[in-house]
Structures are given as C-alpha cells and as structure tokens.
C-alpha cells in the first residue's frame, strides 16, 4: 500500500529502510527518501510507521535478550 502517493513509497519500503538504517524519525526517513516532499498527507501515516516499526524492533531485542 502506497503511503505517500506523490513519491509512490510504499508502507513496506518504510519499514524496511527504518530497519535497515535504524532510522527513527521523519527527517531521518527523509535522508533516505523524497517522502513528503509535495502535499505532506503521508506525513502522519509515515511517522506512525517508524514509531510502530521501533516498537516491533523494541519487542524483538527484548524477546532475543530473553532467550
Ligand atoms: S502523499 Fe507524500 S508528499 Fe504527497
């Protein structure tokens, strides 16, 4: 799903690169990409991305310090 449709970067797209370059917020994401670059609708959704994504990554290092 396309959630910046004036750049046409996808909610997948965000994940990955918030994972893969421990980004953790809007600036940080907009180094990577043009992300609301025109309209800045996506702007809400894409920031709720990352903090979801750092939560998911937050769950997963704990559940590795558990085991
Ligand atoms: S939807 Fe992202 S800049 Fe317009």
Do not use: F, W
């Not at 917020?25 to 750092?54: F, M, R, W, Y």
């Amino acid at each position: 799903m396309y959630v910046c449709l004036c750049n046409r970067i996808s909610d997948k797209t965000i994940k990955t690169l918030v994972r893969n370059n421990h980004i953790t917020s809007i600036s940080g994401l907009k180094k990577c990409v043009s992300i609301s670059s025109h309209c800045g609708k996506c702007l809400p959704q894409a920031t709720q991305l990352i903090q979801n994504e750092q939560i998911n990554l937050s769950v997963v290092t704990d559940i590795d310090a558990v085991q």
